[in-house]
């Protein structure tokens, strides 16, 4: 059973326009969330983190709204850029405890020009 | 060099041999980890080094799995006699410490036949 899900596979955008990436999990005890971003042949690469205190965080043109009661998170890319085109990954766990965060399967972000 | 890197980037071998994935971690990171990500699936936590040791192995799928560090720097993954279903990515990720970001390798793709 998936414990961090991205329902969405895939999501095509038109660039400028907003990307919105969606994350849902199951368990209540996690209290750490991130974002990482992968380029084909590439690792993944740390984006954005939220910690459950918060509902909210913004690095630039990236924002993380945290919905504790819906257990749901959201990725929001705006403007989005034909570079952003990539996976992205969700993962949870516990701040401090980075060997055990749950990932999600990923969605993969087309921008087009 | 600056980042994370895994060798072979591509291994393929047959069925029941032996194969081992090397892992050279960001310099001074003493914390390590082995992911693997299989076709369809996210990614899935192996083995965690701090230093040296190995204080969390719990995601090592059987004992034909087996991963050593040594000089608090270089880590291999060994898999023995290898099946099909060992198939899969396998990435490596360094962090300062381990509350640290994670910086991910390219990862090594091994095809088992």
């Known amino acids: 059973d998936q414990q961090v899900k991205q329902n969405s596979p895939s999501l095509s955008v038109q660039e400028g326009r907003i990307s919105i990436l969606n994350c849902d999990y199951t368990?209540?005890?996690?209290?750490?969330f991130l974002w990482y971003k992968k380029y084909p042949a590439e690792g993944p690469t740390f984006l954005i983190s939220?910690?459950?205190i918060k509902d909210k965080n913004e690095d630039g043109r990236f924002t993380v709204f945290l919905n504790k009661s819906a257990k749901h998170l959201s990725l929001h890319i705006v403007p989005s850029q034909p570079g952003d085109s990539a996976v992205y990954f969700c993962a949870a766990g516990h701040a401090g405890n980075n060997r055990k965060l749950i990932w999600g399967l990923g969605t993969s972000l087309a921008v087009n020009p | 060099g600056a980042g994370v890197s895994q060798s072979p980037s591509n291994k393929v071998t047959e069925k029941g041999k032996d194969v081992e994935l090397r892992c050279d971690p960001i310099?001074?990171?003493?914390?390590l980890y082995w992911y693997r990500q299989r076709l369809g699936q996210g990614l899935e936590f192996l083995i965690y080094f701090q230093g040296n040791s190995a204080p969390d192995k719990s995601g090592l799928p059987s004992d034909r799995f087996s991963a050593e560090r040594t000089g608090e720097s270089v880590s291999t993954l060994t898999i023995q006699r290898t099946q099909q279903e060992d198939s899969a990515v396998y990435l490596c990720?360094?962090?300062?410490?381990?509350?640290?970001?994670?910086?991910f390798g390219e990862g090594s793709r091994l095809t088992v036949l």
């Open positions: 368990n209540s005890m996690f209290d750490y």
């Open positions: 939220i910690s459950s």
């Open positions: 310099s001074g990171h003493t914390a």
């Open positions: 990720a360094s962090s300062a410490d381990r509350t640290g970001e994670l910086f």
